[in-house]
């Protein structure tokens, strides 16, 4: 325990008694966001990001430990464990790295060394090994019917020697350390008829790169086209310095007699290009996928934190709408409460063309209703919808509406699934899509818990990753979220409710069911009334779950029901009362905070109790923007070079920014292209949903590619820019033909590429990725979009 309380402690910047508090809390069954808000005295203040890493660590490290002892135990029953090999156990970091090490100690029963002692080759070996002999006379007298003559009695003694030599630890890490310095990856096209299929890794036919200095970007996306069986890849290095490395740790130059020097080198060269070298090139593979999955997922974290976070646009009466073409466009009008009120079909293009009929309907609705703003999704024929209502609102001025582009990513997933059955059971499915569109504008981090995050896309090749981890880490993210911002327990669906501290998707349900039956809480106590609902649950959700206008004041706030006698306390200093004090400045300000800390509530407590006062459920999202496209740029062959243009982010990658200007194909601002300084880190500069001034660099409508910039027109370029390579690479398109080098054409498979669709099936609809508005709600990354 000691152990892992001092490594927690140096990877998280803390101090030891702050990790033990912490996981003292976690194993007692405290969630991180219920210890970040409400548990500052006992963790000394570690916030949510560190509670987090901590928490995702911990659960690492004590399977690493584990393993650790095991691997220990098995050594020291083969008599196996030396000083040496218990240092390098001890100091390996990764479970993969651990693996590494007992690798040639792991007992091997099939194994042709281990049958070969078993026939009783060993002492021959041991004879060629530290006895100047010739090899066969090491052999003398020696019969067995599984190896009846020389030669395979020799081949079988040289596996012996090869897993006694890979034993040797030491040896072979330095062997990995010594290859990896000149280790490239190169990729060849699987095969001539892969040509055609597989023409989005075209890029990648002939490549090569330096495997310590390949992005994990373009390395995942390699590993794609070699998962979808388009490329051939190899880790290739150089042998020469191994081999002599090898020669020279067991002094085979000076092997006598003649014979005997022979067959080990010839042993020797086995040893590295048979036994080792394969080993080294799984490993050094394995351990940058490792590090470019980590990578990928981070960003996916990001990138889905500020979406989730993104602008509601709050309680405004939405026609949600659900671009079609030959299915017709469906319409969905949703109140300020996220009902539906109506819904309809209209079918402005082709066949039917009842693009009259269309702006009725619509006109209709938006007056009976008395519509505020009008959510069209994203996918096939948006931008076509988006003029018919831009003509039915130039038609019905007085209406005073506002339209915005909504992401529609997932909203298939969503209208088929379990949950959108129950909440809408006597709409259709196509209907549900456009109900989902106008709720997402209202409230995106209320419609989006109910999909999978995995599906709403806003990542690096999430489909690449491993799968279990990433779905670990964006559930984490949404619950940080969801707790950040809380949830009105009486209108909550069970989805948002099963992302509270403390609470699953079992009580949720159970919350859900309590309030159908027995009408709206008025006050949180009454949440111990809900069936398996019990104190220690209480206690973990409470604070995140709002009561407006119930018979409790403080219920509205984050300010946790165990602090409501400090609330007290102040007030009858103060000679007000709870509902007075709420809100009020003036009175706040006046409060000292260290004057009411005490054994029972710190420091950190009365602070965060006095500023929730001050500013009670104060939502931490942005205020509601929406980004102008330009009415008469709606396709990329419509775009210039040097055309300025608004845009909303989309995604935000490792070399770059993908922004939305409205024609139907995001544009990639890459990362030398986003400031006029030097940038190492896109997501310091740039954050999904943000609006943005773009220019257009380069425009190439075959390939459906838009290059973008940020930067101010004539700017100097950033003093410190990427390597030309790198930055033909990403940005410009331009391709070198030289084979067996890296190429000059940014590879395709570092793009998040985005379908266009005719035609959109109910059940899992191809998604585009034009996001605008209300700001980044979601792309398809990678080559592959989300369904």
Same mark, same amino acid.
């Given at each position: 325990?000691t152990d892992?309380?001092?490594q927690?402690?140096?990877e998280?910047?803390v101090?030891?008694?702050?990790?033990?508090?912490?996981?003292?809390?976690?194993d007692?069954?405290?969630?991180?966001?219920f210890?970040a808000?409400?548990r500052k005295?006992?963790t000394?203040?570690l916030?949510?990001?560190?509670l987090?890493q901590?928490?995702?660590?911990?659960?690492?490290?004590?399977?690493?430990?584990?393993?650790?002892e095991?691997?220990?135990?098995?050594?020291?029953?083969?008599?196996?464990?030396?000083?040496?090999?218990?240092?390098r156990?001890?100091?390996a970091e990764?479970?993969?790295?651990?693996?590494?090490?007992y690798?040639?100690?792991?007992?091997?029963?099939t194994s042709k060394s281990?049958?070969?002692?078993e026939a009783?080759?060993?002492?021959?070996?041991d004879?060629?090994l530290?006895e100047?002999?010739?090899?066969a006379?090491?052999?003398?007298?020696?019969?067995h019917?599984?190896?009846?003559d020389?030669?395979?009695?020799l081949d079988?003694?040289?596996h012996?020697?090869?897993?006694?030599w890979a034993?040797?630890i030491s040896?072979?890490a330095?062997l990995?350390?010594?290859?990896?310095?000149?280790?490239?990856?190169?990729?060849?096209?699987?095969?001539?008829?892969?040509?055609?299929?597989?023409?989005?890794?075209?890029d990648?036919?002939?490549?090569s790169?330096?495997?310590?200095?390949?992005?994990?970007?373009r390395?995942?996306a390699?590993?794609?086209?070699?998962?979808?069986n388009?490329?051939g890849?190899k880790?290739d290095?150089q042998?020469?310095?191994p081999?002599?490395?090898?020669?020279?740790e067991?002094?085979?130059?000076?092997?006598?007699p003649?014979?005997r020097?022979?067959?080990?080198?010839?042993?020797?060269k086995?040893?590295?290009?048979?036994?080792?070298?394969?080993?080294?090139?799984?490993?050094?593979?394995t351990?940058?996928r490792l590090?470019?999955?980590a990578?990928?997922?981070?960003?996916f974290a990001?990138?889905?934190r500020?979406?989730?976070l993104?602008?509601?646009a709050?309680?405004?009466?939405?026609?949600g709408?659900d671009p079609?073409?030959?299915t017709g466009?469906?319409?969905?009008?949703?109140?300020?409460?996220g009902?539906?009120?109506?819904?309809?079909?209209?079918?402005p293009?082709?066949?039917?063309?009842?693009?009259?009929g269309?702006i009725?309907e619509?006109?209709?609705l938006?007056?009976?209703?008395?519509?505020?703003l009008?959510?069209?999704?994203?996918?096939?024929?948006?931008r076509e919808?988006?003029?018919?209502?831009?003509?039915?609102m130039?038609?019905?001025a007085d209406?005073k509406?506002?339209?915005?582009?909504?992401?529609?990513?997932?909203?298939?997933?969503?209208s088929?699934?379990?949950?959108a059955?129950?909440?809408?059971?006597d709409?259709d499915?196509?209907?549900?899509?456009?109900v989902?569109?106008?709720?997402?504008?209202?409230?995106?981090?209320?419609e989006?818990?109910?999909?999978d995050?995995?599906s709403?896309?806003?990542?690096?090749?999430?489909?690449?990753?491993?799968?279990?981890?990433l779905a670990?880490?964006?559930?984490?993210?949404v619950?940080?979220?969801?707790n950040?911002?809380?949830?009105d327990v009486?209108t909550?669906?069970?989805?948002?409710?099963?992302?509270?501290?403390?609470?699953?998707?079992?009580?949720?349900?159970?919350?859900?069911?309590?309030?159908?039956?027995?009408?709206?809480f008025?006050n949180r106590?009454?949440?111990?009334?809900?069936p398996?609902?019990g104190?220690?649950?209480?206690?973990?959700s409470a604070?995140?779950l709002?009561i407006q206008e119930g018979?409790?004041p403080?219920d509205?706030?984050s300010?946790?029901?165990?602090?409501?006698?400090?609330?007290?306390?102040?007030?009858?200093?103060?000679?007000?009362?709870?509902k007075?004090?709420?809100?009020?400045t003036?009175?706040?300000?006046?409060v000292?905070?260290e004057?009411?800390?005490?054994?029972q509530?710190?420091?950190?407590?009365?602070?965060?109790?006095?500023?929730?006062?001050?500013?009670p459920?104060?939502?931490?999202?942005?205020?509601?923007?929406?980004?102008?496209?330009?009415?008469d740029?709606?396709?990329?062959?419509?775009?210039?070079?040097?055309?300025?243009?608004?845009g909303?982010v989309?995604?935000?990658?490792?070399?770059?920014?993908?922004?939305?200007?409205?024609?139907?194909?995001d544009g990639?601002?890459h990362?030398?292209?986003?400031?006029?300084?030097f940038?190492?880190?896109p997501h310091?500069?740039?954050?999904?949903?943000?609006i943005?001034?773009?220019?257009?660099?380069?425009v190439d409508?075959?390939?459906n590619?838009v290059?973008l910039?940020?930067?101010?027109?004539?700017?100097?370029? *950033?003093?410190k820019?990427? +390597?030309? $390579?790198?930055? @033909?690479?990403e940005s410009r398109?331009?391709? /070198? %033909? &030289?084979a067996?080098?890296?190429?000059?054409?940014? *590879?395709q498979?570092?793009? +998040?590429? $985005?379908?266009? @669709?005719?035609?959109k099936?109910?059940a899992? /609809? %191809? &998604?585009e990725?034009?996001i605008?508005?209300?700001?980044a709600?979601?792309l398809q990354?990678?080559?592959?979009g989300s369904?």
């Open positions: 325990m892992l309380v001092q927690l402690a140096r998280i910047a101090r030891p008694e702050q990790v033990e508090a912490a996981i003292r809390l976690i007692e069954g405290s969630s991180v966001p210890i808000r409400y005295e006992v000394q203040g916030d949510d990001i560190q987090r901590l928490d995702t660590r911990l659960a690492y490290l004590r399977d690493l430990f584990e393993r650790r095991k691997v220990l135990e098995s050594l020291t029953e083969q008599s196996k464990l030396t000083d040496d090999l218990k240092a156990i001890f100091a990764t479970k993969n790295a651990l693996e590494e090490i690798a040639p100690y792991r007992p091997k029963r281990f049958k070969a002692r009783g080759l060993g002492d021959a070996a004879k060629i530290n100047q002999i010739e090899p006379e090491a052999l003398a007298g020696f019969s019917e599984d190896y009846p020389t030669e395979s009695q079988a003694i040289q012996i020697i090869i897993d006694d034993q040797n040896l072979t330095e990995k350390e010594t290859f990896a310095k000149t280790a490239e990856l190169k990729s060849t096209v699987a095969s001539d008829e892969k040509k055609e299929v597989g023409k989005k890794f075209r990648y036919f002939d490549f790169e330096n495997l310590n200095k390949i992005p994990s970007h390395l995942l390699m590993l794609r086209g070699r998962q979808e388009v490329l890849l880790v290095g042998d020469d310095a081999l002599v490395r090898v020669e020279t067991y002094d085979l130059e000076a092997a006598q003649q014979s020097r022979d067959y080990l080198k010839q042993t020797a086995l040893f590295w290009l048979g036994k080792v070298r394969p080993a080294i090139e799984h490993s050094l593979l351990e940058k590090a470019a999955e990578e990928a997922m981070d960003v990001e990138n889905l500020h979406l989730l993104s602008a509601p709050g309680a405004r009466c939405t026609l709408v079609g073409i030959r466009v469906k319409l969905a009008v949703v109140n300020q409460s009902d539906v009120v109506a819904h309809s079909t209209i079918y293009f082709a066949p039917k063309e009842d693009k009259a269309s009725a619509l006109a209709r938006c007056r009976e209703f008395s519509v505020d009008i959510a069209i999704g994203n996918g096939t024929a948006s919808t988006e003029a018919v209502v831009a003509e039915m130039a038609e019905n209406l509406l506002t339209r915005v582009s909504v992401s529609e990513a997932g909203a298939s997933v969503y088929a699934s379990e949950l059955s129950n909440e809408l059971p709409l499915v196509s209907i549900r899509g456009a989902s569109i106008a709720r997402r504008l209202q409230d995106p981090l209320a989006l818990v109910k999909i995050p995995k709403i896309g806003v990542g690096q090749y999430q489909h690449d990753v491993n799968q279990a981890s670990k880490t964006l559930d984490a993210v619950e940080d979220c969801v950040a911002v809380g949830v009486n909550a669906s069970p989805a948002i409710l099963g992302y509270i501290a403390g609470l699953n998707k079992s009580i949720a349900q159970q919350i859900v069911e309590y309030r159908k039956e027995n009408g709206r008025d106590q009454a949440l111990k009334n809900v398996r609902l104190e220690r649950t209480f206690e973990q604070g995140f709002r018979s409790e403080l509205a706030s300010v946790h029901p165990e602090s409501y006698g400090l609330v007290n306390k102040i007030v009858e200093a103060k000679a007000t009362t709870v007075d004090i709420i809100g009020n003036e009175i706040i300000r006046q000292k905070a004057d009411f800390a005490d054994d509530f710190g420091l950190p407590t009365v602070q965060d109790v006095l500023s929730e006062l001050e500013k459920g104060r939502d931490p999202r942005p205020e509601f923007r929406t980004a102008k496209f330009r009415e740029i709606t396709e990329v062959s419509q775009l210039t070079e040097g055309l300025k243009l608004e909303v989309t995604n935000v990658t490792n070399f770059g920014a993908f922004v939305d200007v409205g024609v139907h194909q990639l601002v990362i030398s292209e986003l400031a006029n300084e940038v190492a880190d310091k500069v740039v954050k999904p949903g943000q943005v001034q773009v220019r257009v660099l380069t409508a075959e390939r590619r290059n910039s940020m930067r101010a027109e004539g700017a100097e370029a *950033p003093a820019r990427q +390597p030309r $390579r790198e930055q @033909n690479n398109g331009e391709r /070198k %033909p &030289q067996k080098r890296p190429q000059q054409s940014r *590879p498979g570092d793009r +998040p590429q $985005r379908q266009t @669709n005719q035609h099936p109910q899992a /609809k %191809p &998604q990725n034009k605008g508005g209300l700001g709600l979601l990354a990678g080559i592959k369904k």
